[in-house]
């Protein structure tokens, strides 16, 4: 028994009630462990959400999310944008992309980047080891732009509130390439009033 949980735990599988939220983040296939990675068709879209490449992105999540889950999701959306949205993925070769060991057991640090993009729903699990990331991600929540710096906070103002009106007299929508179409409806609208 304590094989086959050494052997589950090496290959970041969930082995305690703790972890029952979380499927097996891999599949195994001759001692390697790879990932099925997709894009993930949410409520995040261009209409109300930030492009994976965009400054919006760099600036503001990469503090929440931490530089090898930023990291991570876009070096797996620059791949799936290669291919036709749907690819097949070394775990142990993301790893060493990234600079981390090839290890992927549950508390490795490329396990925990990409727990990470699951806690915060930028990416979800789809069955064992098939996992979709969101190629757009959403406007900070209210509760995560109270943990901004004083600089951040003003820059993150400034930055919603210029895309906004810059879009209202323009008449226009922005394209996703343009990082923002930015709506009323959005959980920080109101707190955008001014700059």
């Given at each position: 028994?304590?094989?086959?949980?050494?052997?589950?735990?090496?290959?970041?599988?969930?082995?305690?009630?703790?972890r029952?939220?979380?499927k097996?983040?891999?599949?195994?296939?001759?001692?390697?462990?790879?990932?099925?990675?997709?894009?993930?068709?949410?409520?995040?879209?261009?209409?109300?959400?930030?492009?994976f490449?965009?400054?919006?992105?760099?600036?503001?999540?990469?503090?929440?999310?931490?530089?090898?889950?930023?990291?991570?999701?876009?070096?797996?959306?620059?791949?799936?944008?290669?291919?036709?949205?749907?690819?097949?993925?070394s775990?142990?070769?993301?790893?060493?992309?990234?600079?981390?060991?090839?290890?992927?057991?549950?508390?490795s640090?490329?396990s925990?980047?990409?727990?990470?993009?699951l806690?915060?729903?930028?990416?979800?699990?789809?069955?064992?080891?098939?996992?979709?990331?969101?190629q757009?991600?959403?406007?900070?929540?209210?509760?995560?732009i109270?943990?901004?710096?004083?600089?951040?906070?003003?820059?993150?103002?400034?930055?919603?509130?210029?895309?906004?009106?810059?879009?209202?007299d323009?008449?226009?929508?922005?394209?996703s390439?343009?990082?923002?179409?930015?709506?009323?409806?959005?959980?920080?609208?109101?707190?955008?009033a001014?700059?």
């Amino acid at each position: 028994m304590s094989n086959l949980h050494s052997e589950e735990e090496k290959h970041g599988f969930e082995i305690s009630t703790r972890r029952q939220s979380y499927k097996p983040l891999y599949i195994l296939d001759d001692g390697k462990a790879f990932i099925k990675c997709s894009i993930w068709h949410n409520s995040y879209n261009s209409e109300n959400s930030f492009y994976f490449r965009s400054f919006y992105l760099e600036r503001f999540w990469l503090g929440i999310l931490g530089p090898s889950s930023t990291w991570l999701l876009r070096m797996i959306l620059m791949e799936l944008e290669q291919s036709d949205n749907f690819k097949l993925m070394s775990a142990e070769e993301l790893c060493l992309r990234m600079g981390l060991s090839a290890n992927t057991s549950w508390n490795s640090p490329f396990s925990r980047s990409l727990r990470r993009l699951l806690d915060f729903k930028l990416a979800k699990q789809f069955g064992l080891g098939h996992i979709a990331i969101c190629q757009y991600v959403p406007p900070l929540s209210c509760r995560q732009i109270k943990s901004l710096t004083a600089e951040s906070l003003n820059i993150h103002r400034q930055f919603i509130y210029q895309f906004k009106h810059k879009e209202a007299d323009a008449g226009t929508n922005f394209d996703s390439d343009n990082y923002l179409r930015f709506t009323e409806s959005s959980s920080i609208a109101t707190m955008v009033a001014r700059p």
